[in-house]
């Protein structure tokens, strides 16, 4: 096991890996920009070092500055949480050539899930569903108009390395094509610093469901069921839930399955998370895959009871997995509502200093925050400042449980996103569960 981790993240996610390593007796080094100096994960890691200064750029994505901090410290390991660095197969890369492990998957399988062409093809040499669409990038709009003729509209333009739904564009028409392809992939370029993109067949009021997948580097996969993620504004998860209220046993069989073989097929190694798409009639078809751990990981470990970071640390540390896909049992209902320091109508961000908080409590009710009361939301990162997980017997308790939790909820000081969640927990839509795909906030009026 590691004797030092060095946790290359900040917030909720990075205090969740502290835990997760005093639990495993594993000493720890947080590093910092210079803005963050008072944040909780800096006060309770083990060691601090400050790596640059308020930007991304300058600290949580400098490469150099986090490697230097390892090799100060005597870290053995990096865990990159998720954001930042944590899909940066070139950051992998440098870990090992430094002598230092990477928690996480090998360089080889971040790039190759991270081409989303490539993935393509890799899951559907593993009998994994997908889209019809492209094989190749798309390099003009030429070739896009008679694709989009052969596929039929509506069809979805995707940057090849994309994520976030940046470089994402819904066509419906032809007329449309010409405008969208380019606006994709100056996106796709901004964001990414590649403008390639695909083509592939847009499934229209889909739900968003992932199967959370665990593999070791003895070559043992499991997954641990699913998570619907439907609930989404401009492809953002804003609420997240386990298990998904419409999947049938045999199809949640069949998705863990392919979620399975997608992660043989590339010789996966870590956690890591298996998307699709489900239309109507339960069809699902394979969207990416995501080579870290996620931010909507407590709702899985809530209804299976297993600490997935800890699992994630053991397999880095080349363990075997400890359980085999029969040990995992879904037990209850979990539902995820992710708090940001937004204006909940706008969603536009409102960072401040908190004057007042106060945490819900009860059974069966977690908070994932890094935030505490006199501490300044900073405008430099990720509005998100805690995560609301709450678990039950049965959905409807869920439902009725997060309810609850968000009224006790107490954020002053700065506006959150907590009325928004308390008007989608009294929708009757979604208390019902069956309706609800990732076009629900389009639709329905709060």
Do not use: W
Request: proline share 5%; with cysteine.
């Amino acid at each position: 096991m590691f004797h030092k981790i060095l946790i290359a993240n900040r917030g909720e996610i990075a205090l969740r890996i502290i835990r997760a390593c005093k639990e495993l007796g594993i000493k720890t080094v947080a590093v910092h920009s210079d803005v963050d100096s008072e944040s909780l994960h800096v006060k309770l890691a083990d060691q601090s070092v400050c790596i640059g200064r308020a930007p991304s750029s300058e600290s949580y994505l400098n490469i150099k500055a986090i490697i230097s901090a390892a090799e100060v410290t005597d870290a053995d390991a990096i865990h990159p949480g998720y954001g930042f660095l944590a899909e940066n197969a070139e950051f992998a890369e440098i870990c090992q050539q430094c002598g230092i492990t990477f928690i996480g998957p090998s360089p080889e399988s971040i790039r190759l899930m991270g081409d989303k062409i490539r993935a393509r093809q890799t899951v559907t040499e593993a009998g994994v569903p997908i889209l019809p669409g492209t094989k190749d990038n798309v390099p003009d709009i030429e070739t896009a108009q008679k694709i989009a003729a052969e596929i039929g509209y509506p069809v979805i333009i995707k940057a090849t390395a994309g994520g976030g739904g940046r470089g994402m564009k819904v066509v419906h028409t032809p007329a449309h094509l010409p405008n969208a392809f380019a606006s994709a992939r100056t996106e796709a370029e901004a964001g990414f610093g590649n403008p390639d993109v695909y083509i592939e067949k847009f499934c229209e009021a889909p739900r968003h469901v992932e199967i959370q997948i665990m593999a070791d580097r003895q070559g043992n996969v499991i997954h641990l069921g699913e998570r619907d993620c439907s609930i989404q504004r401009r492809h953002q998860k804003l609420i997240e839930e386990s298990p998904c209220p419409v999947l049938t046993p045999a199809v949640r069989r069949k998705m863990g399955e392919c979620a399975v073989a997608a992660a043989e097929k590339v010789g996966y190694h870590s956690v890591g998370t298996v998307e699709f798409l489900l239309d109507k009639d339960l069809n699902f078809y394979f969207m990416e895959m995501n080579t870290r751990v996620q931010v909507e990981h407590p709702v899985t470990e809530m209804v299976t009871g297993v600490d997935i970071i800890k699992e994630q640390i053991r397999i880095a540390a080349g363990e075997p997995l400890r359980f085999r896909q029969k040990d995992i049992k879904i037990q209850g209902h979990a539902i995820e509502c992710r708090i940001n320091a937004e204006d909940p109508e706008k969603f536009t961000p409102c960072p401040g200093k908190i004057d007042g908080y106060h945490t819900p409590g009860g059974m069966g009710v977690r908070v994932d925050s890094a935030v505490y009361d006199q501490y300044t939301v900073l405008p430099h990162y990720d509005s998100m400042i805690a995560k609301l997980i709450v678990h039950a017997e049965t959905r409807e308790e869920a439902v009725k449980k997060m309810a609850c939790a968000l009224d006790e909820y107490i954020i002053e000081g700065i506006r959150t996103t907590i009325p928004f969640h308390q008007k989608i927990m009294s929708n009757r839509e979604f208390i019902d569960g069956v309706d609800v795909d990732t076009g629900f906030l389009e639709r329905v009026k709060l």
